[in-house]
């Protein structure tokens, strides 16, 4: 039985109901029904979900047990929570990037004269800790090396001196990813989760550098291991137990040269997890070099829809900023882009995922996602409009492939924009009270085949129809052309 036929046969005999008249509320077959409480068969939708729990009389509680006993069983447990997950991680992305931890203070620690000293409790760990990244504030070139888990905000708290003061530190760190494709006890996408948890660290400031390597996390958790985690600098280490209440400081140099040692090894053999673009120019090249890898279905969610391959030359030398540095090869640069960008939607299929918010936000504003915000001037309306109407022209010619959202996932402002193809992606934002997008490119196939798979499996109704998108698209045209 499914876990959904299961739930349904508890409540129909803790109500103690006919099957009869409750498949004649339905208006279903009473031997369909029967194979729906049997789990022979699905509910053909989730508004026969609705009849059934009405029939019941189902609490508020009960009714979202049962939906979610529906999709679990519909879509599988762990597809079904994966994509949970990564909804939650697109709704709640501005909070993500900017979490508001308290940073972590912590009373002195006191070093002895003995240069390993145990620390015993979870206190004394992260008072060594703090005190120890606390010291490479007064580096000129400070180097971190970290083994730790992304887990409970524990490494951003820890690296709070670091980012508090803007160090500008360089840091090495080497987590382990999930093997599998199951969600945790937890029923959370472990994977998903290490990225939330580093995003911060993407946009303090320091030079932030995450590598992966895989193991079966559940298993990991299950075993037996002295101290997992390691963090490392010139002058220290720590080594902490896999519960955080143990570990070992030590400064004696043999012992760090060892540690720095054993970290290269293992630095050598994982696998970058993000590249951060910081620059226009690099940022073009990585486009241009990854759509044109790519092949299949590929989708662009962003709330305002991506306008670059509706620029043209006249637009870009009339709006770059004049001071752009070498403005004529920049253009260029830009004109090549939007080239293969044109080629890309006569080959490919690329669905473009936006809100009718987004929309309305690029008309108010002028303001392009994808670009720093100092290298353009804001467009005068009429050409933003002009761009918008060349928009829902392509759209009703099926040039674009559009699903306009009937509500915004995230926000307009700060959200997360994604690309995403079966194979490999990136996550585009701009940081608050920032001027300057952020590209990420993710490389853990896990991560972009779960964002794929998400917005393959987007339920239709979240969506306008394309005839229904167009009309919005001409309404937002026509309001503001009266100004």
């Known amino acids: 039985m499914s876990e959904f036929s299961q739930l349904l046969t508890d409540y129909v005999h803790r109500k103690d109901v006919r099957i009869y008249s409750l498949a004649e509320y339905c208006g279903i077959d009473r031997s369909l029904m029967y194979k729906i409480i049997h789990g022979k068969r699905m509910p053909s939708s989730a508004g026969t979900v609705d009849k059934i729990s009405e029939f019941l009389r189902l609490t508020p509680a009960e009714h979202r047990e049962l939906h979610t006993a529906f999709r679990i069983s519909l879509e599988g447990r762990n597809n079904y929570y994966r994509r949970l997950d990564i909804l939650d991680f697109l709704d709640h992305f501005r909070d993500i990037i900017t979490p508001g931890i308290p940073p972590a203070t912590s009373p002195a620690f006191h070093f002895s004269d003995c240069p390993n000293i145990p620390l015993s409790t979870f206190t004394e760990v992260r008072q060594a800790t703090y005190m120890v990244l606390s010291t490479l504030t007064a580096d000129d070139h400070p180097r971190l090396r970290l083994m730790l888990p992304p887990k409970s905000w524990f490494i951003i708290r820890l690296l709070s001196p670091l980012m508090d003061q803007k160090c500008s530190a360089s840091i090495d760190h080497i987590m382990c990813l999930n093997n599998s494709e199951q969600v945790t006890r937890e029923n959370q996408n472990y994977n998903l989760h290490c990225l939330r948890n580093i995003l911060p660290l993407c ?223 990136y996550l585009l934002f701009t940081p608050i009270d920032s001027r300057s997008p952020v590209y990420l490119s993710i490389r853990e196939s896990g991560l972009t085949a779960a964002f794929w798979d998400f917005f393959q499996s987007m339920d239709e109704s979240l969506f306008y129809t394309t005839e229904e998108a167009i009309l919005k698209l001409e309404d937002l045209i026509r309001k503001y052309q009266k100004g």
Do not use: W
């Not at 290269?264 to 990854?290: C, D, H, M, N, W």
């Open 203 to 425: 946009i303090c400031g320091c030079n932030y550098h995450p590598y992966f390597y895989y193991d079966n996390i559940d298993s990991r958790l299950d075993s037996f291991q002295l101290f997992p985690y390691l963090i490392l600098t010139d002058k220290y280490a720590v080594l902490i137990s896999d519960n955080f209440e143990k570990g070992l400081l030590t400064r004696q140099s043999d012992l760090l040269l060892l540690f720095q040692d054993l970290f290269s090894g293992y630095l050598s053999q994982a696998r970058p997890l993000l590249k951060t673009i910081t620059s226009v120019a690099e940022q073009l090249q990585f486009v241009r070099e990854f759509i044109v890898s790519e092949q299949g279905t590929e989708y662009f969610f962003q709330m305002i829809p991506c306008m670059t391959h509706l620029l043209t030359e006249e637009f870009l030398k009339k709006y770059l900023h004049p001071d752009l540095p070498e403005k004529d090869l920049f253009i260029r640069n830009v004109l090549n882009h939007i080239s293969d960008l044109e080629q890309r939607l006569e080959e490919k299929t690329v669905i473009n995922i936006f809100s009718e918010d987004g929309i309305e936000e690029f008309l108010r504003t002028g303001i392009f996602e994808e670009y720093p915000r100092d290298i353009y001037l804001r467009p005068a309306l009429e050409d933003r409009l002009d761009i918008i109407h060349r928009f829902t022209d392509q759209c009703r010619a099926g040039i674009l492939h559009i699903k306009m959202l009937r509500h915004n996932i995230g926000t307009v402002k700060n959200g997360a924009n994604i690309y995403i193809t079966p194979k490999a992606g």
